[in-house]
């Protein structure tokens, strides 16, 4: 069994910051990719930003470039992800994601993912 677990979510007015954590545990699986999504009440899961453990890569969503940013540990057993500069906009449940794919993907997309979390809810007001 795997599980991820995020923490660090929050209400916070905008122009602040947060910090989302998430770590794996359980059995040991293929961990090529690591990422964060997000779900406003009403819209579609989208991709937030993603680490490709072995490209040493990141990549973001547009919307956030800039002002977050996704780090992760040595053993690839933790992500995180800095928020600053939050705006209303940015407030939906945020969801760690891992995948055990091949490094081939973009890690881009949901379906990319194998392992998700329950999720962290983040509330930016104005």
């Known amino acids: 069994q795997v599980q991820l677990v995020e923490s660090g979510g929050g209400l916070v007015q905008a122009g602040g910051s947060l910090r989302l954590s998430c770590a794996a545990s359980g059995r040991a699986f293929n961990n090529y990719a690591m990422g964060w999504f997000r779900q406003a009440p009403g819209k579609e899961r989208e991709f937030v930003a993603r680490i490709n453990w072995s490209a040493a890569s990141t990549a973001y969503t547009d919307s956030v470039k800039g002002r977050f940013t996704i780090s992760g540990d040595n053993a690839r057993k933790t992500v995180y992800m800095q928020m600053n500069s939050l705006k209303p906009e940015d407030t939906a449940v945020y969801y760690c994601?891992?995948?055990?794919?091949?490094?081939?993907?973009?890690?881009?997309?949901?379906?990319?993912?194998?392992?998700w979390g329950q999720g962290t809810q983040v509330t930016v007001s104005s």
């Open positions: 994601a891992a995948s055990t794919g091949y490094s081939p993907r973009s890690y881009t997309s949901t379906y990319e993912y194998d392992y």
